[in-house]
């Protein structure tokens, strides 16, 4: 891919001594070298960045709603109860998971004043993976394994009542539990310049 980097470089040493005519000549054999160049990078490497990604690129995936890039590894409640207690979230979140001093995420209501949204109203559960993974524990996010995450999201499933005690939460299962809440949630319509929030922040806040 041709980066705004890289045409910043050549635009500037064109400048030096060209007219707008020679310039814009400069440019354009620039951006086909590039291209080229680009084209050859791509076909050696499947990510097209021409190099490996590295460890915190690779752990800086987002996963969608439907799961689709969900990584292999996999869990279970029991699994994701030792998770729990060994990364530390029972310490902002209680033992359980529903004790505090931070927010529940067994059980719990939707509250205005914290705009805090239960875990199991989520409309997805591979979000719930997805969040976890990238940004929990608060304190230090990105130390889970792909398997930890798992089976803490199994946990929480567990705990909130959606899956059983002994499903394997994985790539292939995750996106296959219903969340109960998921009715709920529609697609947004087509977006115009006039279209209103779908919920609206007090102006107190
Ligand atoms: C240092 C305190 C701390 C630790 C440790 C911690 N959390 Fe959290 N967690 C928070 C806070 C604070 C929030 C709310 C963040 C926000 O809304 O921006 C949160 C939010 C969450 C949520 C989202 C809840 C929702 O419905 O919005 C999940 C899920 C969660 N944590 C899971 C975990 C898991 C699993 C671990 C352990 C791997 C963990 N947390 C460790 C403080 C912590």
């Known amino acids: 891919m041709f980066t705004g980097r890289s ?35 791509q076909a050696a490497s499947p990510s097209g960045l021409g190099r490996p990604p590295t460890a915190a690129e690779q752990s800086d995936r987002i996963i969608g709603p439907d799961g689709a890039e969900l ?50 109203h989520w409309p997805f559960a591979p979000s719930i993976w997805d969040y976890i993974r990238r940004v929990m524990p608060y304190d230090r996010p990105g130390v889970l394994t792909d398997d930890e995450a798992y089976a803490v999201t199994a946990y929480l499933l567990y705990r909130n009542g959606i899956i059983g005690e002994n499903d394997v939460m994985d790539a292939d299962s995750l996106p296959q539990v219903r969340m109960p809440r998921r009715d709920d949630y529609v697609m947004p319509g087509e977006w115009t310049p006039d279209t209103r929030r779908g919920f609206e922040i007090p102006p107190d806040r």
């Open 7 to 41: 045409l910043r470089r050549s635009g500037g040493r064109a400048v030096a001594g060209c007219t707008p005519v020679r310039l814009a000549g400069a440019l354009a054999g620039a951006i086909l070298l590039a291209g080229a160049a680009a084209e050859a990078q």
């Open 71 to 120: 990584p292999p590894g996999s869990g279970t409640p029991a699994q994701g109860e030792m998770v729990f207690g060994r990364r530390g979230c029972s310490t902002c979140h209680g033992p359980t998971g529903s004790e505090g001093p931070s927010i529940q995420l067994v059980g719990g209501d939707v509250t205005t004043r914290t705009n805090y949204w239960p875990v199991r």
